[in-house]
């Protein structure tokens, strides 16, 4: 079990990120991370331990940007140390992942995308995802993500950004928790309500292979096949 957050907004993205995995801090000990989307580029911290060791060396080395996601995890696949934490990232630096679940058939997508070029960094399940969005990347994020869930077996929860698409975060799930949180000129994608109690006032629920798209100003949400509609619900 691992917690994930996704914000986008005006506010300091590490500061609202740090404080929602605060929230979450019970889903995950074993490390955290955050990646903030800066100047069409994106910037990351991720360290072992508790969040506390997080928090201290961003004091030291502040991240920022409005928009951006975060982690705490709870080791599956790989130990915990740097290279396994979350955010993971593709090959270029562009996209970066958190993701909450385990991925079943990790080391047959990882073969194959090693043999098409990609390098991977960890041991973890999670990894396929970046380079999976990646390569269906064509300017279009929630695509990419439908096309990369489709070949998923297994249960995840993501959160992911793109160098390329500022003030927008992406999420899905399937088995395992992930909610949109609604607030004023502002965002979030959570594994728990009260990761985003401080800021939302509505909640949408998202069902099983269910993407939601999130600006600060819209939530979008399809399912796998690319069909829209809308829900919430209100705290």
């Given at each position: 079990m691992?917690?994930?957050?996704?914000?986008?907004?005006?506010?300091?993205?590490?500061?609202?990120?740090?404080?929602?995995?605060?929230?979450?801090?019970?889903?995950?000990?074993?490390?955290?991370?955050?990646?903030?989307?800066?100047?069409?580029?994106?910037a990351f911290s991720k360290k072992p331990g508790k969040l506390y060791v997080l928090t201290?060396?961003?004091?030291?080395?502040?991240?920022?940007?409005?928009?951006?996601?975060?982690?705490?995890?709870?080791?599956?696949?790989?130990?915990?140390?740097?290279?396994?934490?979350?955010?993971?990232?593709?090959c270029?630096?562009?996209?970066?992942?958190?993701?909450?679940?385990?991925?079943e058939n990790h080391q047959a997508l990882k073969k194959a995308l090693m043999?098409?070029?990609?390098?991977?960094?960890?041991?973890?399940?999670?990894?396929?995802?970046?380079?999976l969005i990646e390569k269906h990347y064509k300017g279009d994020l929630p695509e990419a993500v439908r096309k990369t869930i489709n070949l998923l077996k297994g249960s995840y929860a993501i959160c992911c950004i793109h160098a390329n698409e500022p003030d927008k975060v992406v999420g899905a799930r399937y088995d395992s928790p992930?909610?949109?949180?609604?607030?004023?000129?502002?965002?979030?994608?959570a594994s728990d309500i009260p990761a985003v109690l401080d800021?939302?006032?509505?909640?949408?629920?998202?069902?099983?292979?269910?993407?939601?798209?999130?600006?600060?100003g819209s939530v979008k949400i399809i399912d796998r096949e690319n069909k829209k509609y809308e829900k919430s619900y209100s705290i």
């Open positions: 691992c917690g994930i957050i996704g914000y986008t907004g005006k506010c300091d993205a590490a500061g609202v990120l740090v404080n929602g995995l605060k929230r979450l801090e019970y889903r995950g000990y074993d490390s955290a991370g955050i990646a903030v989307l800066h100047d069409h580029s994106i201290d060396e961003l004091k030291r080395f502040p991240l920022e940007g409005t928009s951006g996601i975060g982690h705490v995890r709870w080791a599956t696949h790989g130990i915990p140390n740097g290279p396994n934490a979350h955010p993971h990232l593709d270029k630096g562009r996209i970066a992942v958190v993701h909450n679940g385990i991925i043999r098409e070029g990609h390098k991977f960094t960890s041991d973890t399940d999670t990894e396929v995802i970046p380079h992930l909610i949109a949180g609604i607030g004023k000129d502002e965002n979030f994608l800021h939302a006032k509505d909640v949408i629920f998202l069902e099983n292979s269910e993407i939601a798209e999130i600006t600060p």
